[in-house]
């Protein structure tokens, strides 16, 4: 099946250090990719969609210059937090979809757990 | 706009037993509608989905969901629930017309404990 690779899974740094995130769909090509945040308890909130040759799009409230994303290749999408400080610690989940299987749904990396002291 | 909305953000149950998460959405056009399951520190897998078709859909380890779209809901049930059913569920609806492009709007959730 779909695989879609997410690293690393789980980072500890300092305040003011900027992150990445690396999003690959292993087995398939993705033209668009999505990235979503989720806190403790909670479910998960689209951050951006990220489009293979182009900018991303952010969804209302999320800061484009604070959460860089971007997208070169059909099967690396990377996303970084940049100076990153304490309320910037969640759980960032990828997905994607393989643009050559129509309507089936998306597949989902295994998440990064940022903690930023 | 779509929502979702999952009623019971607990939900306990003893091992062997039947389970049903309740899952409704709102949409103002036709929608398709999956369910996901989250184990601890780990992404979404895919339980089910329903695009088209029949409103009965069967998924991965033994779960089912049925399309009601009289009363906008999905609801999720297994009649016989294992210990490591214990997870996170999660309900979601996308806009089928946004095809290639479609965002998932996601429930809050669902705490499955399965009980021994």
């Known amino acids: 099946g779909a695989v879609v690779s997410q690293h690393p899974s789980r980072v500890i740094c300092k305040s003011g250090t900027s992150v990445k995130i690396e999003c690959r769909s292993l087995d398939f090509q993705a033209t668009t990719m999505f990235w979503y945040r989720q806190f403790p308890k909670q479910s998960l909130m689209l951050m951006a969609t990220?489009?293979?040759?182009?900018?991303?799009?952010?969804e209302q409230g999320v800061e484009k210059d604070k959460f860089l994303i971007n997208h070169a290749s059909l099967t690396l999408s990377t996303l970084t937090v940049t100076s990153a400080h304490p309320e910037d610690s969640s759980f960032y989940i990828c997905?994607?979809?393989?643009?050559?299987?129509?309507?089936?749904?998306?597949?989902f990396g295994d998440g990064t757990r940022l903690s930023i002291l | 706009a779509q929502s979702v909305t999952q009623l019971d953000s607990q939900v306990p149950v003893f091992e062997e037993a039947p389970v049903e998460l309740r899952c409704n959405y709102s949409s103002s056009v036709s929608v398709y509608l999956f369910w996901y399951v989250q184990y601890p520190n780990q992404g979404l897998q895919l339980l089910l989905k329903?695009?088209?078709?029949?409103?009965l859909v069967k998924g991965i380890n033994g779960f089912e969901a049925e399309f009601n779209k009289s009363q906008t809901s999905f609801h999720l049930r297994k009649p016989s629930v294992h210990i490591s059913d214990t997870a996170e569920y999660f309900c979601?609806?996308?806009?089928?017309?946004?095809?290639?492009?479609?965002?998932?709007?996601f429930g809050t959730g669902t705490r499955l404990t399965i009980i021994p």
């Open positions: 990220s489009n293979e040759g182009s900018k991303a799009t952010y």
């Open positions: 997905s994607a979809r393989d643009r050559g299987a129509g309507n089936q749904p998306q597949h």
């Open positions: 979601a609806v996308s806009d089928p017309s946004n095809f290639g492009n479609e965002k998932l709007t």
């Open positions: 329903y695009l088209s078709g029949s409103t």
